[in-house]
T-cell receptor, first 115, second 113 residues
Framework: DTAVSQTPKYLVTQMGNDKSIKCEQN?????MYWYKQDSKKFLKIMFS???????INETVPNRFSPKSPDKAHLNLHINSLELGDSAVYFC??????????????FGPGTRLTVT | GNSVTQMEGPVTLSEEAFLTINCTYT??????LFWYVQYPGEGLQLLLK?????DKGSNKGFEATYRKETTSFHLEKGSVQVSDSAVYFC????????????FGRGTSLIVHP
């Protein structure tokens, strides 16, 4: 009964390819996020969607394009992959985007390796 | 701007030792404060939180008290176990608007038997 799920868990691909990561949450939350975690565990927010609308876009290269078909899903598509895109990508959700007292629920992560 | 500063790791302890991981914050307003834990190969999960000054969050033997006067939210545990080995993140949220959650850089804890 996973709250936030991501697929795939591992993704190995070559430079220049295009890939997608899928995320789904069954918590009924309105807000979903994508984070990138580097090898030193530093967590950087990339995007946030509230009820299918983009509300945060943190100066991410436009090779990264999030898509939210409904409020339970937030997918991440990456074009023309580069070596520096290698990282662990986490999807998360929270009750709403106003922040405040609401914690975030994280998925298990997708480890992307670009060769 | 808003920021969270955590002590650098790794923190290495023997089993049953006392743990403190320091966290201080800067925020424009009155934040809620969180500790998340990330076990190897997993996503972050909430460990505890406090939503107003002097609140104490606690879970699984861990505690942290929201100290507005020192802008701190230090994580403590009286007796750590090997299974507590993980990366710990301090974070803050502010209410209102399209607020960006702010995370510290994480502190790795290694507990030896």
């Amino acid at each position: 009964d996973t709250a936030v799920s991501q697929t795939p868990k591992y993704l190995v691909t070559q430079m220049g390819n295009d890939k997608s990561i899928k995320c789904e949450q069954n918590l009924g939350h309105d807000t979903m996020y994508w984070y990138k975690q580097d090898s030193k565990k530093f967590l950087k927010i990339m995007f946030s969607y509230n009820n299918k609308e983009l509300i945060i876009n943190e100066t991410v290269p436009n090779r990264f394009s999030p898509k939210s078909p409904d409020k339970a899903h937030l997918n991440l598509h990456i074009n023309s992959l580069e070596l520096g895109d290698s990282a662990v990508y986490f999807c998360a959700s929270s009750q709403d985007y106003s922040g405040g007292t609401y914690e975030q629920y994280f998925g298990p992560g997708t480890r992307l390796t670009v060769t | 701007g808003n920021s969270v500063t955590q002590m650098e790791g790794p923190v290495t302890l023997s089993e049953e030792a006392f743990l403190t991981i320091n966290c201080t914050y800067t925020a424009t307003g009155y934040p809620s404060l969180f500790w998340y834990v990330q076990y190897p190969g997993e996503g972050l999960q909430l460990l505890l939180k406090a939503t107003k000054a002097d609140d104490k969050g606690s879970n699984k033997g861990f505690e942290a008290t929201y100290r507005k006067e020192t802008t701190s939210f230090h994580l403590e545990k009286g007796s750590v176990q090997v299974s507590d080995s993980a990366v710990y993140f301090c974070a803050l949220n502010l209410s209102g608007g399209s607020y960006i959650p702010t995370f510290g850089r994480g502190t790795s804890l290694i507990v030896h038997p």
